[in-house]
């Protein structure tokens, strides 16, 4: 059974910093690239950041490029989303996911993704 748990969400001032983490169980993990979406009240889901299955392809929403940075370590079958220079805009349910494809390139679309964590609460106060 495959299982996806977040942690690390929270309350933070605006400008602060989080880091998120996800550990994969269950699932050929090193395989698969891995993807964090963010929903906020009233919003659809939306794509933050994915990362190819060995760590080397790495894209960003154009919302958070150069604030956040995915990461992932094989060896413990966990994704980090590390997130400087929170707005508040930023308050959204956070989730992990695995793509559906071995060995594929990371992708934007929720689509792409078959395994999901039950997400985490990161709050960010102006």
């Known amino acids: 059974q495959v299982q996806l748990v977040e942690s690390g969400g929270g309350l933070v001032q605006a400008g602060g910093s989080l880091r998120l983490s996800c550990a ?24 933050v950041a994915a990362i190819s299955w060995r760590g080397g392809n790495r894209y960003y929403a154009d919302s958070v490029k150069g604030r956040f940075t995915i990461s992932r370590d094989n060896a413990k079958n966990t994704v980090y989303l590390q997130m400087n220079s929170l707005k508040p805009e930023d308050t959204a349910v956070y989730f992990c996911a695995v793509d559906r494809d071995v060995y594929s390139d990371p992708r934007r679309s929720e689509y792409e993704y078959d395994y999901w964590g039950q997400g985490t609460q990161v709050t960010v106060s102006s």
């Open 24 to 47: 994969v169980s269950g699932h050929t993990f090193s395989r698969y690239a891995m993807g964090w979406f963010r929903q906020a009240p009233g919003k659809e889901r939306e794509f």
